[in-house]
Every structure is written in structure tokens, then in C-alpha cells.
């Protein structure tokens, strides 16, 4: 399996550190209000990525934290006027319905940074200790200065481009580039106790905190949106380079920016989406299937047209279904259907290839629908639809195509009269056959026998 790995820039064989595991840690939400539909697109990846290593037999330990101290979080408590542990737990709580309403799977840990705030202060004394981090007044800063592989992850090196980090610390840093491990409060901020008086911790080093807790010194994949790689990723990777010595994952993944209508979405521009907006108007499917219909590195554009048109798509897969009276049962699909099989591996081998994948299930619900085949060969190409759609995290309803098909008895005495036929061609009882075909086509269905097998529909 090739991925893109922004530390060599690079697509690269896949190698887990542990043969037959892998080890995901993806940057989750701040939860100071309801998340975007841009963040949804990093969230809906990361579900894909974590099912199709498990699809192909990985055993995955996927971690996704939860920031629930930050300072927008403490802006959002002054807005609306409640503690900012209120806030904290109220979008934390939306968050987990809206990603379950997105079908997204729920990660095998998902830990809040303030439930960490004894090793994020271990973290931060152990890299004061090593000569990392520097005091001042309270605050305490990573030395950028005192490690020379700063920079390789964005590939930002010159003194002008880090210098693009954030400005907004109100203390005197030794370089512009070193950012904030622990900042003190102001009056009336969150605190926890700390060698270096009352105050919280910054982002990147609770994401580091929280990532080596599950995951240890050294994991397979970190990941998040392409916005996090400088200087939220850049400065993980420093902490724990400081601290150990080693990589702190070996392949770095980020999925592209969301536009909207051409344009960046921005709350002054009002074309700003939350991802439960959007749900109110449309399925989750039609969701998933429009972020997977574009490789994930690449920017997207949602508009309307093109949501609709997501959702028309997922609707032709289910109708496919419908067409042939699909049941819902754990049969595994022959080999039938090794190619399109085979081109669904080899789309999503090539640095995780999701349009291409989506293309061999329109190829297979083309297959389910044509009459033209043998019913037996299009319950095969339903069946690998079913299974290949559910890797993408597709088919998460199949539940209301049996409340459609279930109470269809006639469909299943038609099923049981083609069969008694076949049985009577078989013993050359050609005027019982012929009588169950005269008798059919009176009440409408026309059977049609092929050398797979008998097809039967109802006459136009
Ligand atoms: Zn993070």
C-alpha cells in the first residue's frame, strides 16, 4: 500500500512499525462550538483510512482526542456566559452525536486533554530539564534554537517563514518561532496548579501528551487537516524529537482544505456550514460519498449542486439493491466479481484512492440492475457491493431496504415457482414447466431463461 507522507513529501510503501497493526493518532475537535463541515472531511477520512486497514485484516488502535481547554473555548464561555467546563462538555457531547450521525466509527481511545494534565506537566518538566523549554514569567517556551531538525515536517526552515508562527504570546520569546508549553492564566482563566505557577497548557503539547499516552514513543500514522501541519504537527514532532530522540509517527497524513462555493469558508463571508446544518438537509451517505468522490489530498469544493448530486448517487446504489429484492444476510461474494474486486484494492493501495474505489461500485450497481444478466450473477455483484460500499463506510441503512423487501411475499413465491420450474425442466417435465411459465406471464411476470440461470420481471 503507497501513502503520501509529508515528512519525505513523498508517496511511500506503507510499513507498520508491527507487522499486521497499526497505530492511527488524528487530531479530533476543540470543542468550543458545533464542528464545521470542513472538519467533518478530516474526521469522515480518518474513519475510511482506519476501516480499509481493518477491512485488509490490521488490528488498528485508533486514537482521537478531544481539546477541551483552549482559548477559544474561554472566548466562547464569555459569549455565552456559562463556566468553560459548560462549554467543553456541551460541544463535547455534539460532537460525539454529530459524528455518530455521520456514521463515523468511534476510536478505540478518545481522551480529553484535561484528563492528562499530570503528564502534560511531566512532559513540559522533562523538557525544561533536557534544556528544550525555557521560563519566563510564568509562561514556559520550547527552545526551536536548540534543535536543528526544526522545521522538517512543513519544510519551513528560513528565519522569515517561522517567523510566521503565531505573534500573539505576550512574552518575551527568545526566537519567534518558539512557541508556548504552558501559558499562565489571567484572572478569572481556568487553572491547574504547576511547577511554574497556575496557568494550562498549549495545544501542541497536549496533542503530544495524549498521542504517546495511547500509542507510545513511536507510532504508525499521525494525521489531521493540511491547516495542521504548521505549527500544530510541526511542533509535535519537535516535543517528542526533544524528548526521545525519534520520530513520533513514521508517516505524517493530511487530507486538503474544504472551499465553499469557490470560495474559503469564513463566518464574515457567511458561508460557514456546520456539519449538523448540513445533516438537517441531507443523509450522511450523500456526505461521505461527496468527500470520497475526491482524492482526500485534494482541495474540495462544496456546493449545493454537488450535494445533491452526492445524494442522488448513494440513492442509485440502495435502489440497485432494491431492484433485486436484497436481503440483508452475511453471505461472503464468490469470485464472480475478482476484478472489480481487485481494481477496488489496488484504487485504495494507491495512497488511499477513494474516487476510484467509488467508480468500481457504480460498475457493480450497474451490474445488479441489468436484467440482462443471470439473477445469481447480479446477487453476486450486490453482495460485493455491499461489502466494498460498507469499507467506505457506506450501506450503514441497510436496515430500511428490508423493511421494504421483507413483506414482499409475492416476490418469494415467484422466487419458489421459478425454482419448482427449473426442477420440472430439469426431470424434462416440459408441460409442468411450460404450465408455470403460462401461468406467470397471466399474472404479469415474464420469465426469461438464460444459460445462468432464470431471470424473471415483471412485463412492461
Ligand atoms: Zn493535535
Not at 113 to 142: R, S
Not at 258 to 266: A, Q, R, T, V
Not at 298 to 327: H, M, W
Not at 423 to 431: D, I, L, P
Amino acid at each position: 500500500m503507497q501513502i503520501y507522507n509529508q515528512i519525505t513529501r513523498t508517496k511511500e510503501e506503507f510499513v507498520p512499525l508491527t507487522p499486521g497493526k497499526v497505530k492511527i493518532y488524528a487530531c479530533g475537535p476543540t470543542v468550543y462550538n458545533y464542528f464545521h463541515i470542513g472538519n467533518a472531511r478530516a474526521f469522515l477520512f480518518f474513519d475510511v483510512l482506519r476501516r480499509y486497514f481493518e477491512w485488509r485484516g490490521y488490528d488498528v488502535e485508533y486514537v482521537q482526542n478531544i481539546t477541551d481547554i483552549d482559548d477559544r473555548i474561554i472566548g466562547q464561555s464569555i459569549d455565552e456566559g456559562i463556566p468553560f467546563s459548560e462549554v467543553a462538555a456541551k460541544y463535547s457531547c455534539a460532537f460525539l452525536e454529530d459524528s455518530a450521525a455521520l456514521g463515523i466509527k468511534a476510536p478505540t481511545h478518545q481522551p480529553k486533554a484535561t484528563e492528562v494534565m499530570d503528564e502534560i506537566i511531566a512532559l513540559i518538566d522533562a523538557l525544561v530539564q533536557k534544556g528544550y523549554a525555557y521560563e519566563v514569567e510564568g509562561d514556559v517556551c520550547f527552545d526551536t534554537a536548540a534543535l536543528p531538525e526544526y522545521g522538517s515536517l512543513s519544510g519551513k526552515k528560513t528565519e522569515d517563514q517561522l517567523a510566521g508562527a503565531r505573534v500573539d504570546e505576550n512574552f518575551q520569546k527568545r526566537h519567534p518561532a518558539d512557541f508556548t508549553l504552558w501559558k499562565h492564566s489571567k484572572p478569572g482563566e481556568p487553572v491547574w496548579p504547576s511547577p511554574w505557577g497556575e496557568g494550562r497548557p498549549g495545544w501542541h503539547t497536549e496533542c503530544v501528551v495524549m498521542s504517546r499516552k495511547y500509542l507510545g514513543d513511536t507510532f504508525d500514522i499521525h494525521g489531521g487537516g493540511i491547516d495542521l501541519i504548521f505549527p500544530h504537527h510541526e511542533n509535535e514532532l519537535a516535543q517528542a524529537r526533544a524528548l526521545t530522540g525519534k520520530p513520533l509517527a513514521n508517516y505524517w497524513i493530511h487530507n486538503g482544505f474544504l472551499n465553499i462555493d469557490g470560495e474559503k469558508m469564513s463566518k464574515s463571508l457567511k458561508n460557514f456550514f456546520t456539519a449538523r446544518d448540513i445533516l438537517r438537509e441531507h443523509s450522511a451517505e450523500a456526505v461521505r460519498f461527496f468527500f470520497l468522490s475526491k482524492h482526500y489530498r485534494s482541495p474540495i469544493d462544496f456546493n449545493r449542486e454537488i450535494i445533491e448530486e452526492s445524494e442522488r448517487a448513494v440513492n442509485n446504489f440502495y435502489s440497485a439493491l432494491k431492484s433485486i429484492g436484497f436481503q440483508n444476510v452475511s453471505a461472503i461474494p464468490d469470485d464472480t466479481y475478482f476484478p472489480q474486486k481487485e481494481a477496488f484494492i489496488q484504487a485504495m493501495d494507491d495512497d488511499l484512492n477513494s474516487a476510484k474505489a467509488i467508480a468500481v461500485l457504480f460498475d457493480l450497481a450497474r451490474n445488479v440492475k441489468n436484467e440482462q444478466l443471470p439473477r445469481p450473477q447480479r446477487e453476486q455483484a450486490a453482495l460485493l457491493l455491499v461489502q466494498l460500499g460498507g469499507v467506505l463506510g457506506f450501506f450503514q441503512n441497510l436496515a430500511c431496504l428490508e423493511e421494504a423487501t421483507l413483506p414482499d411475499l409475492s416476490r418469494q413465491l415467484i422466487e419458489l415457482l421459478v425454482r419448482y420450474r427449473q426442477e420440472a425442466r430439469n426431470n424434462k417435465n416440459w408441460a409442468l414447466s411450460d404450465a408455470i411459465r403460462d401461468d406467470l406471464a397471466a399474472l404479469g411476470i415474464e420469465l426469461n431463461d438464460t444459460p445462468g440461470g432464470c431471470n424473471w420481471k415483471h412485463k412492461e
